[in-house]
């Protein structure tokens, strides 16, 4: 895994936000994911890239998380769904390359360089899902995109 400061370019994504129970992230991903895509459609418009999970805050039992597509051109959010500006500026990112169960090894590693490199993040992080599992049914080849804005 490599980890390494990058610049972010202003995004914004359509998505589905709620306070979720850790332990319900998966359905609730299916369902901001699906809900998100069917929004923009209904839009005119077509996701801009990969899907995104944004996470504000420290999860604990349950996390603050908005799920969904980015996006170009104007938008007004339709019913059940929030336009998030992705952070830009300086960042930390890694690609993580296996299943989701294992993100926390990433997570880890991403969090020891951070203190190694006296950096500091901002409360907001998030997650790009490179791989198509329903395309790519392989665990061991899903690639994740993990990202820690820096103040």
Known sequence: ???????????????????????????????????????????????????????????????????????????????????????SGDAVEAIHVGPYDELSVTYEAVGRELVDAGLTHTDTMFEEYLTDPDTSPDPGTWRTRIVFPLQ
């Open 1 to 87: 895994m490599t980890i390494h400061r990058t610049t972010l370019e202003p995004r914004r994504i359509l998505a589905v936000r709620e306070r979720v129970a850790m332990t319900a992230l998966t359905d609730f991903f299916a369902r901001a994911f699906g809900a998100s895509a069917a929004a923009l459609e209904s839009s005119g418009l077509h996701p801009a890239g990969p899907p995104v999970a944004v996470y504000v805050g420290t999860p604990g039992t349950t996390v603050d998380v908005a799920a969904g597509f980015p996006f170009t051109g104007p938008l007004t959010a339709p019913e059940g769904t929030v336009i998030v500006d992705l952070p």
